[in-house]
C-alpha cells in the first residue's frame, strides 16, 4: 500500500480553540484566558487552576470587575447551581484573586 503525503506547500490550518463564557460579563473568550470555579460533586465550591477537576463549572475572567460582579449578581450562584453564602463567596474571591496572581 502506498501512503500518500501532502504537497510540502500545503499548510495545515491553525487548531480552533475551545471558548467559554465568562460568568461575570457574558462574553466570550478563549478557554485558556479564564478562570474555572468548580462545585464539586461533594458540593464545595473552588478555584481550579488546572480546569481538570470533576464537577460543575463556571468560568470568570481574571480580572477583580468580572469576579466582583459574578459574585454580586448571583451568576457564580447560578451557573454552579449552588447557594454561596457570605463567607464561602469571600474564600472563593480570595482563591481566584490568588490563582489570577499565579496566571499573571
Known amino acids: 500500500m502506498v501512503r500518500r503525503r501532502h504537497p510540502p506547500d500545503r499548510v ?6 475551545p471558548e467559554r463564557t465568562c460568568v461575570g460579563c457574558r462574553a466570550k473568550d478563549r478557554k485558556a484566558t479564564l478562570l474555572r470555579v468548580v462545585r ?7 478555584a481550579d487552576p488546572t480546569g481538570r477537576v470533576a464537577g460543575r ?6 480580572v477583580a470587575g468580572c469576579l466582583e460582579r459574578a459574585a454580586r449578581t448571583g451568576a457564580l ?3 454552579l447551581k449552588a447557594t454561596l453564602g457570605r463567607a464561602e463567596a469571600a474564600r472563593l474571591m480570595h482563591d481566584l484573586m490568588m490563582a489570577r496572581g499565579e496566571m499573571a
Open 40 to 46: 464539586r460533586p461533594d458540593g464545595t465550591v473552588e
Open 57 to 62: 463549572g463556571a468560568y470568570v475572567h481574571p
Open 12 to 17: 495545515m490550518p491553525a487548531r480552533r480553540q
Open 77 to 79: 450562584d447560578r451557573a
